[in-house]
């Protein structure tokens, strides 16, 4: 991981979050991308194959998605607590500038 994947600011909105690095960049990132990219045991196996990710995606869309509990985790990532159940997946800095730079859009 580069100095620059360093998550800086976290802003929680009620449907969404604002994610800052280190590097100046910054993204707007709907709270369904993240959960969709948990990386927990339970959901990782989800994201393995197109089929998958599209049942993952419909049955996600379907839970209302509460603004989750965010906790730092060491000096590398975040641990999200999902109101629908899924609290054990840590995001990795280098993992939510991943999901921010695909899912997300950038804010200049
Ligand atoms: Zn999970």
């Known amino acids: 991981m580069s100095d620059s994947d360093a998550l800086t600011?976290?802003?929680r909105?009620?449907?969404?979050?604002?994610?800052?690095?280190?590097?100046g960049?910054?993204?707007?990132?709907?709270?369904l991308e993240l959960r969709l990219a948990c990386p927990c045991?339970?959901?990782?196996?989800?994201?393995?194959?197109?089929?998958?990710?599209i049942e993952f995606r419909e049955e996600v869309m379907r839970?209302?998605?509460?603004?989750?509990?965010?906790?730092l985790v060491?000096?590398?990532?975040?641990?999200?607590s999902w109101p629908t159940g899924c609290s054990s997946g840590i995001y990795s800095f280098g993992l939510l500038r991943q999901v921010a730079e695909q899912a997300g859009s950038s804010l200049a």
Do not use: M, T, W
């Open 41 to 53: 045991a339970k959901c990782g196996p989800r994201q393995e194959n197109e089929q998958r990710i």
């Open 25 to 31: 960049a910054s993204f707007r990132l709907e709270y």
């Open 9 to 11: 600011d976290l802003e």
């Open 74 to 80: 060491g000096r590398y990532g975040l641990r999200f």
């Open 13 to 23: 909105g009620r449907e969404d979050c604002v994610l800052r690095f280190a590097d």
């Open 63 to 71: 839970l209302r998605l509460d603004k989750p509990k965010a906790e």
